[in-house]
Nanobody, 124 residues
Framework: QVQLVESGGGLVQAGGSLRLSCAASGRTFSRYKMGWFRHALGKEREFVAAITWNGISTFYADSVKGRFTISRDNAKNTVYLQMNNLKPEDTAVYYC?????????????????WGQGTQVTVSS
């Protein structure tokens, strides 16, 4: 069982930056692939970024490539999402997710554990 708690959301102007954190409980965090997803009002939840259990490989949605960076610190049981050059269309509730499967995917149904989400609002 893994419990996830996101933090770091807030209100920022376009062009600004935020760093989201996701703290995980459980001794096996280092074995889980981790992902970030977001859910904007009126849209479906979508993939943002993912990272392998060892942090070697990362994956991004086209809409955030070059602006967002996912990383993890297994010693701290934490995964991060550094978001730079934010745009109003990045406004959403951001969720972190974890799964014990080895293969990293962009499909939300492949992730077993989810946090409660943190709101990110980007003003123009």
């Amino acid at each position: 069982q893994v419990q996830l708690v996101e933090s770091g959301g807030g209100l920022v102007q376009a062009g600004g930056s935020l760093r989201l954190s996701c703290a995980a409980s459980g001794r096996t965090f280092s074995r889980y692939k981790m992902g970030w997803f977001r859910h904007a009002l009126g849209k479906e939840r979508e993939f943002v970024a993912a990272i392998t259990w060892n942090g070697i490989s990362t994956f991004y949605a086209d809409s955030v490539k070059g602006r967002f960076t996912i990383s993890r610190d297994n010693a701290k049981n934490t995964v991060y999402l550094q978001m730079n050059n934010l745009k109003p269309e990045d406004t959403a509730v951001y969720y972190c997710a974890a799964d014990a499967g080895v293969a990293v995917t962009t499909r939300l149904h492949d992730y077993e554990y989810w946090g409660q989400g943190t709101q990110v609002t980007v003003s123009s």
